[in-house]
Every structure is written in C-alpha cells, then in structure tokens.
C-alpha cells in the first residue's frame, strides 16, 4: 500500500509542475499529498518536486513538509494573468464588470475591415468606432491607418464618434470623389 501511495504522490508532483506553469499561480501554495508514513518517501516526494520545479524560470521555494504532511512552497508571479492583459474595468458599470481593450476591440474591427473587402468592390469605407478604439486603429502619426490602407490597397477613414459604444463599430462604403 505504502508503495502505491508513494508511486501516485510522484506522478501528480509531475502535474503539479505542469499547473503551476500553465496557469502562472503564485504566491503560498500548500500541496496535500496522499499521507506517507515513511520518512524515505516524503524526502522522495519532495526531492520530486525540487527538480519539477528547477524546469520552471519562474523563482519557487519549496519550505519543507510540515508535520501535517503538507508541503509548503512559495513561487512569484512574473507576468500578469490574460484576463487582465485583454479586458479593462467597465466606465459604464463603475468597475463591476469587464469591457475589452481598446487594442482587443482595434483588433476585431480590422478583421471586420478585412471582412467587408472581401464582400464588396468599394474603393473606401468609413469605420465609425469609440475614440479610445480610434486613437489605437490610427496609431502613432497614422501608421496604423497607413498599414491597413496599404494592406487592402483601399481607402479607409476611422472616424471617432461616442456614438457608438466601446465595443461596436459602424462600417459603411463611402464615395471616394466626394472625400477629396
């Protein structure tokens, strides 16, 4: 028995490893491993779990076992969690809830460009967007814009409106003589 115990502690210190990773966890993490009466394998499993984590780049301390057994264990997060990296607080709901990025909405409104070129043989469109979504599709000194242009070889005007909200976008073809 004791050596079926020992054998399953060392295939999840294995997964244990691979989720700390996968899911960037950080801070103080207490693992409970199936109870070992033998001190032998405890120093086997935590021996384990020393060269999981020497994979990993991120800094980890593994403390030690405690007399419950527990094994304590600090590892620091290095990079922030996607959620954070693609949703911003929402302004309409005073933070409750979650809104994309200005760069996440600037993204899907360029497929949605490329979308509507290939569905029709206009020369150009107006893409009507939220100002912060604007200021991201046109980017520095209009580079961005630039980009797109070139990229479909058409005409395309990003007009800022707060009629819209954050995360919608209006496109309609526009005349090109009448522009100039």
Do not use: W
Request: glycine share 6%.
């Amino acid at each position: 028995m004791e050596e079926t115990v020992l054998k399953t502690n060392l295939d999840a210190v294995k997964e244990i490893g691979k989720q700390l990773r996968l899911r960037d966890i950080g801070g103080i993490i207490i693992i409970d491993f199936i109870d070992m009466h033998e001190p032998e394998h405890q120093r086997q499993v935590l021996e384990a779990l020393k060269q999981v984590l020497k994979k990993d780049r991120t800094k980890t301390t593994v403390v030690g076992m405690t007399g419950l057994g527990l094994i304590e264990m600090t590892r620091k997060k290095v990079r922030e969690g996607l959620e954070s990296m693609v949703l911003h607080d929402c302004p309409y709901c005073e933070g409750r809830g979650k809104i994309l990025t200005p760069e996440s909405v600037a993204r899907n409104v360029e497929k949605e460009i490329s979308k509507y070129f290939t569905k029709t043989i206009a020369s150009a469109i107006m893409v009507e967007v939220h100002p912060t979504v604007a200021e991201v599709l046109k980017g520095e000194d209009n580079d961005n814009l630039a980009r797109i242009q070139n990229l479909f070889n058409k005409k395309v005007i990003i007009k800022p409106t707060t009629e819209v909200g954050h995360e919608e976008m209006k496109i309609k073809e526009v005349d090109i003589d009448t522009l100039v």
